[in-house]
Nanobody, 115 residues
Framework: QEQVILSGGGLVQAGESLRLSCAAS????????VDWYRQAPGKEREKVAG???????TYTDSVKGRFTISRDRARKTIYLQMISLKPEDSGTYYC?????????WSQGTQVTVSS
């Protein structure tokens, strides 16, 4: 069964780092574009970073310089490295694989940054 599995997350203090991993199986992991989203309580889900099938990356302004998205094609995994975390980075994080036949979402993982 093709699926997108997200791992990582947890509770950290402000200034610390975390890495999220998004593993896509089967055709889902064949170099498709992938976006990372987060949703804080009471707020809309927002896109924080993305990587295209060609490897170009985008970031929302609030995470530029602190978050890095990367791809390991052999492992069919996309990573979101987060450094210098802030309390406002807290929320539920998701990854979304964009395929020609539709989007495939991961389950969410909680990131909590304490001040």
């Amino acid at each position: 069964q093709e699926q997108v599995i997200l791992s990582g997350g947890g509770l950290v203090q402000a200034g610390e780092s975390l890495r999220l991993s998004c593993a896509a199986s089967g055709r889902l992991g064949n170099g498709n574009g992938v976006d990372w989203y987060r949703q804080a309580p009471g707020k809309e889900r927002e896109k924080v970073a993305g990587i295209s099938s060609l490897g170009s990356t985008t970031y929302t302004d609030s995470v530029k310089g602190r978050f890095t998205i990367s791809r390991d094609r052999a492992r069919k995994t996309i990573y979101l490295q987060m450094i210098s975390l802030k309390p406002e980075d807290s929320g539920t994080y998701y990854c979304n694989v964009r395929t020609p036949w539709g989007d495939a979402w991961s389950q969410g993982t909680q990131v909590t940054v304490s001040s």
